[in-house]
């Protein structure tokens, strides 16, 4: 889901620091199901801003692509600067989005230790909307991320990641099933290269 918000966003003029802002909002959306953050009298964009999401999510949410895998280019002069806040700062631009630009969308969530033992001390804010007994069923996880590669295009994005992604997908490639699939079944991630014909034949040399 953190992806899937951050792609309806992506398109020309549109920040980057918003875009892990929406992935942040999504990822406590999903521990607000599972009881483990508790809103009380806050939204989740509240919270965003107060940067609990960067308790669980302390990374940034990707970089751009080009001649280097983590290209340059993020903090340019006449650009916007890098924002010194938890989660923020750890992003390698804060730039707007340019059509062409090729960058990932790397959205996580994961659990570590020193983190959560700041976010639950008695010193903390962040107490009052973690549930302590839920999170212990947490620690130890370690954590998943998502990388998608995606270009910028004149009126959104386009996925270059084409790999199984959903859990359906997953199932069905586990249990032996043939991919790229004939039907893409999850046009939300905008993979519009999914379904095409593989363009190499098996030649059988490496």
């Known amino acids: 889901n953190a992806q899937v918000a951050v792609y309806d966003m992506l398109r020309p003029g549109v920040s980057y620091v918003e875009c892990h802002r929406a992935a942040e909002k999504e990822v406590l959306r999903a521990l607000v199901d599972l009881s483990l953050v508790v809103p009380g009298d806050k939204s989740l964009e509240e919270l965003v801003e107060m940067r609990l ?39 390698r631009m804060a730039r707007k989005m340019l059509e062409g630009m090729t960058l990932t969308v790397e959205p996580g969530c994961y659990f570590i230790d020193h983190l959560l033992d700041g976010a639950t001390a008695d010193s903390s804010d962040f107490r009052h909307y973690i549930n302590a007994d839920v999170l212990k069923e947490f620690r130890g996880f370690g954590g998943v991320r998502l990388e998608d590669v995606v270009v910028i295009t004149a009126d959104g994005c386009d996925n270059y990641t084409l790999c199984p992604r959903t859990v359906e997908e997953v199932e069905h490639v ?33």
């Open 174 to 206: 586990c249990g032996g099933g043939k991919w790229p699939p004939i039907k893409d079944k999850a046009p939300e991630l905008r993979r519009t290269r999914l379904c095409d014909p593989n363009p190499l034949e098996p030649s059988g040399n490496l």
């Open 53 to 91: 999401g960067a308790v669980f999510m302390p990374h940034g949410l990707g970089h751009l692509i080009g001649i280097d895998t983590h290209d340059v280019g993020g903090y340019l002069p006449g650009c916007p600067e890098r924002i010194i806040q938890p989660g923020l700062k750890s992003l």
